[in-house]
């Protein structure tokens, strides 16, 4: 029974440190595209696409936080043991930090890409795809996170 | 792409140009300096009238837009231009004139508003002035009567009755007699009475606490005078608004300003040209670039229009690029234009990309259900608004992405999420799941997962050896057979021995053996072809052993897929939690009201951010992962001499 409040710190873990990442890295991102859009509004649709790159990270925290609560009790599945919930924790570390310090991270390189697109329009996909080479770090960490916990309810501890 | 010269008659140069800009077969190409014997005419100030036209046009249409913006649908962006003749051209040739006539009208209006705005504030500043004044019932600048002087001013700081007596008492017998008219914190407003004597006296008096006579008084007492001001006020308020009455009644000439602003651009571009043609006395020569299937069709037209001369040659290095690609495949050109259009070496990889970009596109969005609703929303648009060029290859882009994205969501057994089940358990209360109603077997993304990752890789695999395989030809095209076998074909045949030996590891230990095999044999392979440069029998062998370091990079690429699979169960798990969210308020009124408006709201969401990542994804894939492989680009795009307009397109019979 003990390990469900486990699995429920889990996805919390998962959800809130890498919405922090995503948060810090979208806000960043989107102070300096309104500081381009009020020189020039008609770039709205590049910048919208440059500024929520980084945003990915909080959906993948959320994926992994949703399959926990899914596999643990919460909105079904079976109530995990004591083991298993701190199985949950561990796994969620990874989409958590990992999600985290690559949305402050990806937040800065979009930062440097809406600058550089303002310059220039021309630029805009080499800042798109300059961006996204952080975004690999976060999709291996939530790759680990999520083979992790969708086998955690299979292995007896 | 073939270099071109045209020779004709400079009597025939304005009609060769006029259809070469109509037809835009061909790209100018600009030289330096004129061949000898040639010169150069300077066009730059019929250029630089053009260019007064168009700012003043741009102007006007700016003010017209201010005073009653035009209405525009969210949609219209979508819309194609305006279609003309090419004879209706003249016809806004003719009336320009009044055109002109009526931006500078315009212009002139807003003139007139902007000086009657600054009328008024000046007004403002100075019924502020005379606000506190509103008390004194003689006129401000009144003089001294026959005995007595009468100063009227201000001090800037606040006196009361005793302060200011005080202070005038410090002077000895002086007689006087004072109204205070208004006393604020820092500005105090007072008449002083003083006998005429002792005019000079009272003055050094007041000097010496700030006394200060206003700037310019008037002869009227100021609360008429804040009377009169008001009243020129309002007048100046309704000249404002007449004025802009008068360029409302202007508001109908919107699109012929626009159509004249571009007839001006298309002249400007044209006398452009014209300053860069090598003339002599009665004739002039024209180069430029044509793509080669268009040859024969300049030719005719060059000869319709005119006596002239038509030449073909090889063209240069510095040739620029039009990209010919079949219907599935044109879509993608803006992708390969947008990293960079093909230089002379490089093979055209719009076909490969357009394949994979639909593919891996397909495979990141999943959902049978979003696909749907991409291929009728991009069909209709294009139905319905008979887009431009360049908007209708974004709108087949995403249809034929949007059938790729049918595709998966059928194998993924995703349609909408889980939405058709979800609904079915909800009002019937049984517990299917995808897999029981979907007649074949499918992928689950949840619990497949990693089947897909390793799925993902090995199309991932696929496509970096597709990209491989096409350096390989452009080696061999080139004559460059080292550099295809050895650097190329080496690591290719290592690739799918590694692929052979990770097949075997599952199915059967001979695969193994034979994987295995290859791999070796091609490492072996490496190390002694890679340092063949390095001097030296050990620099070779340091060399060769060094490039196999390179795995390493072949494995961050082939990881790199693994988003394949990690976006797709994103757009997948996203559509879950809005299916499962909308079932909160159950069966009653409420629930389905709530249901409904959830289930728009969120996979609206969903469609938006997951088709987003799955562009932004799938374009790194093709840029990082396979363009490294093979693609240098660097080439130019092909940018004919054509009619540039943003209000409408001149109607081509034989148009695309």
């Known amino acids: ?157 | 792409m073939k270099a071109v010269r045209i020779i004709a008659l400079r009597e025939d140069r304005k009609r060769i140009l006029e259809h070469l800009q109509n037809s835009s077969l061909i790209e100018i190409k600009h030289n330096e300096v004129p061949e000898s014997g040639f010169s150069r005419v300077d066009t730059s100030s019929q250029i630089q009238k053009f260019d007064r036209n168009d700012q003043l046009m741009t102007q006007a249409l700016k003010i017209l837009d201010k005073v009653s913006p035009e209405k525009k649908s969210l949609l219209s962006s979508f819309r194609g231009k305006r279609e003309v003749e090419p004879e209706d051209i003249g016809s806004i040739a003719s009336d320009s004139p009044k055109v002109i006539g009526i931006c500078n009208k315009i212009c002139d209006l807003e003139k007139q508003k902007a000086d009657y705005s600054a009328e008024r504030i000046r007004i403002k500043t100075m019924c502020a002035q005379l606000e506190p004044w509103a008390g004194l019932d003689i006129p401000m600048n009144t003089s001294d009567t026959s005995s007595t002087a009468v100063l009227i001013g201000t001090f800037p700081r606040m006196l009361d009755d005793v302060s200011l007596s005080e202070t005038l008492a410090q002077e000895e017998d002086l007689v006087f007699e004072y109204e205070i008219i208004f006393s604020g914190s820092n500005l105090t407003c007072a008449v002083i009475y003083v006998p005429k004597a002792q005019k000079e006296k009272a003055e050094n008096v007041l000097r010496t606490i700030g006394f200060t006579r206003p700037l310019n008084p008037t002869s009227r007492t100021p609360s008429e005078k804040i009377k009169r001001l008001r009243k020129k006020d309002g007048e100046l308020e309704e000249k404002i608004s007449k004025a802009n009455e008068s360029i409302n009644g202007y508001v109908k000439y919107r699109s012929m300003i626009a159509d004249t602003k571009d007839y001006y651009n298309i002249r400007s571009d044209k006398y452009k040209v014209i300053s860069e043609l090598d003339q002599s006395g009665h004739t002039f020569i024209l180069y430029g670039y044509v793509p080669e299937c268009d040859c024969e069709k300049l030719q005719q037209l060059c000869e319709r229009a005119a006596t002239c001369v038509v030449e073909f040659s090889e063209a240069g290095d510095d040739a620029p690029v039009k990209l010919k690609n079949n219907k599935f495949a044109e879509p993608a050109e803006s992708i390969v234009t947008m990293y960079s259009p093909p230089s002379k070496e490089d093979v055209d990889p719009t076909p490969i990309l357009a394949f994979f970009f639909y593919f891996f596109f397909g495979m990141m969005f999943s959902d049978a259900g979003y696909g749907l609703v991409m291929l009728i929303a991009t069909t209709a648009a294009i139905k319905i608004f008979k887009p431009d060029k360049p908007m209708r290859s974004t709108l087949k882009l995403f249809q034929y992405c949007g059938v790729a994205t049918v595709f998966w969501g059928l194998v993924f057994g995703s349609i909408f999420g889980d939405a058709p089940v979800v609904y079915y358990n909800l009002f019937t209360g049984s517990n299917l799941t995808m897999a029981d109603i979907l007649p074949w077997p499918i992928l689950d993304t949840q619990k497949d997962a990693l089947t897909i990752m390793i799925l993902s890789i090995g199309l991932g695999l696929i496509h970096i050896l597709v990209g491989m395989g096409c350096k390989f030809y452009v080696c061999l095209k080139n004559k460059r057979y080292e550099e295809a076998f050895f650097d190329t074909g080496f690591w290719m045949l290592m690739l799918i021995g590694f692929a052979v030996l990770a097949a075997g590891m599952v199915t059967s230990p001979v695969l193994i053996t034979v994987g295995a095999a290859i791999a070796i044999a091609c490492a072996v392979g490496l190390i002694l072809t890679q340092g063949r440069d390095k001097k030296g029998i050990f620099g070779k062998l340091l060399g060769g052993v060094g490039s196999l370091y390179d795995i390493t990079s072949y494995i961050s690429d082939l990881l790199s897929y693994s988003r394949l699979l990690a976006l797709g169960l994103t757009t997948g798990v996203m559509a879950q939690v809005f299916n499962m969210l909308s079932t909160l308020m159950g069966t009653n009124v409420f629930g389905i009201i709530f249901m409904i408006v959830i289930f728009i709201a969120g996979h609206l969401i969903t469609i938006g951010l997951n088709a987003l990542g799955s562009y932004v994804h799938t374009m790194r894939l093709q840029y990082v992962e396979m363009f490294s492989k093979f693609y240098d680009g660097g080439g130019r795009k092909f940018e004919p001499f054509a009619v540039n307009c943003k209000n409408f397109k001149i109607k081509n019979s034989e148009d695309m």
């Open chain 1, 1 to 157: 029974m003990e390990g469900i409040v486990f699995a429920i710190l889990a996805a919390s873990i998962a959800t809130v440190l890498s919405g922090i990442g995503s948060a810090k890295g979208v806000g960043g991102a989107a102070q300096t595209a309104m500081g381009v859009l009020s020189e020039d509004s008609s770039m709205f649709g590049k910048m919208l696409v440059l500024t929520l790159l980084p945003g990915t990270q909080g959906l993948y925290g959320f994926i992994v936080g949703f399959l926990i609560m899914i596999n643990c009790g919460v909105l079904g599945g079976e109530i995990p043991t004591l083991m298993q919930g701190l199985a949950y924790v561990a796994a969620s570390l990874a989409i958590g930090f990992g999600g985290m310090i690559s949305g402050f991270a990806q937040g800065k390189a979009s930062v440097a890409g809406i600058s550089m697109c303002a310059k220039d329009e021309g630029n805009f996909s080499k800042a798109m795809v300059s961006i996204t080479l952080v975004e690999i770090y976060a999709l291996l960490a939530f790759i680990v996170s999520l083979l992790m916990v969708i086998s955690i309810p299979g292995i007896k501890m």
